[in-house]
């Protein structure tokens, strides 16, 4: 089986930065994509940030220039460096580990992480 274990989620005030780990832990010959997606309360998840095997790097607009992905494909892990923080960021933080592999000829499947919140304060 394959897990998602993300940390680093907390309480930070307006102007605070937070640093999202994500480990993804298991038996893995691969993995494609890696993101983090955020829901906050009475709306839908949405992508924050994904980052592909070779380091390219894709953002929301409402985190350009904010936030910075990041990852260890030895490690299987994925990060977040979160600079700037508004109230707005406020919400729960999923890691996503797309099309995973556990051995080479396994179809590949999707895995998501248990969710850290995040809380910006005004």
């Known amino acids: 089986q394959v897990q998602l274990v993300e940390s680093g989620g907390g309480l930070v005030q307006a102007g605070g930065s937070l640093r999202l780990s994500c480990a993804a832990v298991g038996s893995i010959f691969s993995i494609n994509d890696m993101g983090w997606y955020c829901q906050a309360p009475g709306k839908e998840r949405e992508l924050v940030a994904v980052?592909?095997?070779?380091?390219?790097?894709n953002y929301a607009d409402s985190v350009k220039g904010r936030f910075t992905i990041s990852r260890d494909n030895a490690k299987n892990m994925v990060y977040l460096q979160m600079n700037s923080l508004k109230p707005e960021d406020t919400a729960v933080y999923y890691c996503k580990a797309e099309r995973v592999r556990r051995r080479f000829f396994d179809a590949p499947n999707d895995y998501w992480g248990q969710g850290t919140q995040v809380t910006v304060s005004s």
């Open positions: 980052i592909t095997n070779s380091g390219s790097a």
